[in-house]
């Protein structure tokens, strides 16, 4: 019954068919090549067949719309599955692209005139921030099992951003150069005999004092590590931007841009 009234159409057919069948048995029984019944007969079965024709176009049009579909369908799928790898190959191509113009800005951090110790570097990603300046410490994803060690340099393409403070298998907490904790000795560019300490602020900047009463420093000098301590010599760290007498310490104390965007930070490399 189901198969019935989903196909109404074919089944009406088959049924006039039938009956019309019957009609033309009866007439050729009868001898009436050309009496009405005949007529009716040939009729119906022209309807019939006309019926019957349009039903198998109507067939044959939806079978060939349904492959036709398919053919579609699997062409369409096939697309989208190459645009799908050809997009992740191209991401990949632009990562290692970024990778190595920050490899080759970290070689050009480290490649001063005055710095004749080779290092080698291991690039880390960010992959945690600490504390309430999130920009102070933060975690990376080397550790130990790359041969970093606690007090290691961490720098990025523009210069330096501070040191490992401690380490583990597959991550190292950095202590950022704008922390108040990270002390680092420094050089004028211009003079290398005039040296000087910095540290981060509370305000989250770099602040320092030369160590010579007598030094020349002043606004817009480039100072860089002076080698002293646990910093290579000659890692870009700022730029002055105030000098100011104190008559307390009879001390030049001084304000420092630094050169490295710490709220911009993705990737560093550690010196081992």
Not at 36 to 62: C, E, P, Q, W, Y
Not at 186 to 208: M, N, P, Y
Request: glycine share 12%.
């Amino acid at each position: 019954m189901r198969w019935i009234r989903e196909h109404k159409l074919i089944f009406t057919m088959i049924i006039l068919f039938l009956v019309l069948t019957v009609i033309f048995a009866v007439s050729v029984i009868k001898g009436g090549g050309g009496n009405s019944v005949t007529g009716i007969v040939n009729k119906g079965a022209s309807v019939v067949s006309g019926g019957l024709s349009s039903v198998a176009k109507t067939v044959r049009d939806n079978v060939s719309g349904i492959f036709s579909y398919k053919t579609l369908q699997t062409e369409i799928e096939r697309l989208e599955e190459e645009n799908l790898q050809l997009r992740k190959e191209l991401a990949e191509v632009s990562l290692d692209r970024k990778d190595l113009e920050q490899l080759e800005d970290l070689s050009q951090v480290l490649n001063y005139e005055y710095t004749e110790k080779k290092f080698d570097l291991v690039t880390a990603d960010i992959t945690s921030l600490d504390g309430s300046n999130w920009t102070n410490v933060f975690t990376i994803n080397r550790g130990e099992e790359s041969g970093i060690e606690a007090g290691d340099a961490v720098v990025n393409g523009m210069g330096l951003v501070g040191r490992v403070q401690e380490t583990g298998d597959g991550w190292s907490k950095v202590i950022s150069l704008i922390d108040e904790d990270c002390d680092v000795s420094f050089k004028l560019v211009r003079d290398r005999k005039q040296l000087g300490i910095v540290s981060g602020s509370a305000g989250g900047g770099i602040v320092g004092y030369m160590m010579d009463a007598d030094s020349t420093v002043s606004e817009g000098d480039i100072i860089v590590t002076s080698g002293l301590g646990l910093y290579p010599e000659g890692i870009s760290i700022g730029n002055v931007k105030t000098v100011v007498y104190n008559s307390n310490t009879l001390l030049k104390e001084i304000t420092v841009e630094p050169v490295v965007n710490f709220k911009g930070l993705e990737k560093v490399a550690v010196i081992i």
